[in-house]
């Protein structure tokens, strides 16, 4: 059978009449290879944003099943314009919706998943010798609404279509060479890169790097696909998103700023199993995605959690949150709209020692005070007072001198996941296609918790922190810092090797004294908990998953820190077997 491709061109590639040719030229060219093609088509330029504006000067709060019908006007007018583009020139086209393909999403609008796509169409179309022309970012739910993917999501339908056809490529075609070390319209010097891997594409976009929607990765991991990100105005070599890396020896491969965060606090909420679960499950029946999540190891039966959310979304945050502030026993809910998160991320930084030591230093030295930090495996994420924000985002980019080319390793062919379409398909079937899927629970016994209490909230603490310790040769693996109530009220709290612990108090107990902190407290055997699959954050069920099995288990949680590809949690020593068992109960496992 001959070559299938999937090309994706985004708003600014199909912009006006020239625009949509020129994609109409490049479909043709592979098509005249011989090549089955399918194009996946966003919306005209900004008119999806023009629509989100008219919408609101109609309602300030227009229903979303509304938005949707609305939205996915603007994809429709591209698809059937670039039929007729490839009509022109002499080429068979045809334009199909979301729900003419047969794309089955759940009822959440305005941020849907897909559930399943049938592929009887676009092969008849194609068998016939047509161009297949969807429309991107629209499906329809079981009645028959029509539905969207949330911004951005032509990718996510280019992806999805690239697996279910088992396609032999997904272009994405868009305005930039491929993919940067970080936006290259926020920082000039950005290097793009020859290759980056699911894990750290899909974290990266996840925090905010808006090249790709970050649920096509997903897709993409799941089911093998090769992505090729590509400028759709310049013959240039763009970049592959596969499983495997760039280069194995770098730490940090690239940062990314989401600049729209804002952060909400419960003070003095009871320190008990169930507090954590409880409140984030009010927020998750919303559909709102939380990250940074922090809690502060509780003094005297009372704790704080802060956490972050998209500011878009913190009016109806603030709603879910203030309804159960009472019942939590919650003395106080704070927010900040102003705040803005600053990210690295790189596989490699497991391997490496010292990497949020050198990301918290030069934060420190340009003089910009990191209000919360959170870590996991594969990134480091602070949140700064927006304002300086870019200027962090610069530093640190600068820091691990992203602008620098890099060796890159030799390709590895990786074993093709989805490659047998047969395998695809059956795995299609059932669940949905979007359904979070667990690869494992893990249990780490072997660290300590060390936390430093009040420590004062300016510039340079943990940079100062953190050399210690690494001057002291101690492994630090989670930091978790939280958000201070009024000055000197934050708290710093990280995990080390248990056979490290007595070194480490002694550390912490200098740097608290030289620093003017708090008490220094420590739990000499923490146990660490980690969920990994894919699409962990953006299924917002899974740290509440977490948390309702081990409140279910009587297990109260220290610490937490979520990615895309894991969620973390750390209990008391003693609880990590039952919480090991509960979670795989809950997990399936
Ligand atoms: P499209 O309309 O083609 O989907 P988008 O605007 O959604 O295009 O995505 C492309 C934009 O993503 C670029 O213009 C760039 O400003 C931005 N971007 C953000 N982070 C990155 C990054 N790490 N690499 C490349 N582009 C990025
Ligand atoms: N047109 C939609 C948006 O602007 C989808 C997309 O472009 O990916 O968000
Ligand atoms: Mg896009």
Redesign the pocket.
Known sequence: MSELIVQKF??TSVADPQKILAAARKAIRAHQRGARVVMVV??MGK???MLVDLASQVNEKPPAREMDML?ST??QVSVALMAMAIDSLGHKAVSLTGAQIGIRTDSTHTKARIRSISTERMRRLLDEGNIVIAA??QGIDEDFNIT????????TTAVALAAVLGADACEIYTDVDGVYTTDPRLLPEARRVERISYDEMLELASLGAGVM?NRSIEFAKKYGVTIHVRNSMADTPGTLIVAQPESRGQAVCGAALTRNEARVTLRGVRDEPGVSCTLFSSIAARNITVDMIVQDVGESGRADISFTVPEAELADTLQAVEAIAEELGAQAVEHDRNVAKVSVVGLGMAQQTGVATRMFRRIADAGVNIQMITTSEIKISVLVDREFAQRALREVHQAFELEKEVTVDAFEASPQIGADAADVVERLQGAGMEDLMIDEVRLDETQARVTINQIPDTPGIAAQVFEMVAEAGIFVDMIVQSHAAHADAASLSFTIPRDSLQHGLQVAKSIATTLNCGKVDSCPEVAKLSVSGVGMRSHTGVAIGMFRALTEANINIALVNTSEVRVNVVVDGKSGQAAKLALEKAFGK
């Open positions: 985004g708003g966003s919306a008119n999806t944003d939205l603007g994809e991107g970012f969207t993917l949330g911004r951005g999501g032509s990718d929607h």
